[in-house]
Nanobody
C-alpha cells in the first residue's frame, strides 16, 4: 500500500495563502485532496485523474485553490490563496483508487495523516 505524508499546514489570517504538499512512496493516479472538519463528512476538493487531464475543483475552492503535481518526485501540492475562515479544516491526500468517483472518500484505500489548516484573525 502506498504511504502518504502531508505537510504545509498552519495558521494564517483570512486572505492569506498556504501551500500543502503530499509525498507518496510511489507513483499514483489520481492525485487528490480532501478536507474534513470535526463532525463533518470528508469531502474531495481538488483532483487530477492523470497527468494529461484537467484538474477538478469543488465549487467552494474554485478560483482560489490550485492542485499541481511533480510526477518525477511523486509529490503533489495544493496551493491555497484568498483563504477564508470556512477553509479551516484538516486536509488529507489519498491514493490507491478502488472506485470510479475520484472525489468520494470511500474510493481510496490509502490516506495520509492529515495536516491542519486554520484561518483566523
Amino acid at each position: 500500500q502506498v504511504q502518504l505524508t502531508e505537510s504545509g499546514g498552519g495558521s494564517v489570517q483570512p486572505g492569506g495563502s498556504l501551500r500543502l504538499s503530499c509525498t507518496a512512496s510511489r507513483s499514483t493516479n489520481p492525485v487528490v485532496w480532501f478536507r474534513q472538519a470535526p463532525g463533518d463528512r470528508r469531502e474531495g476538493i481538488a483532483a487530477i485523474r492523470t497527468a494529461s487531464d484537467s484538474p477538478y475543483y469543488r465549487d467552494s475552492v474554485k478560483g482560489r485553490f490550485t492542485i499541481a503535481r511533480d510526477n518525477a518526485k511523486n509529490v503533489w501540492f495544493l496551493n491555497m490563496n484568498s483563504l477564508k475562515s470556512e477553509d479551516t479544516d484538516m486536509y488529507y491526500c489519498a491514493a490507491d483508487l478502488v472506485a470510479d468517483d475520484i472525489l468520494a472518500p470511500t474510493s481510496y484505500r490509502a490516506w495520509g495523516q492529515g495536516t491542519q489548516v486554520t484561518v483566523s484573525s
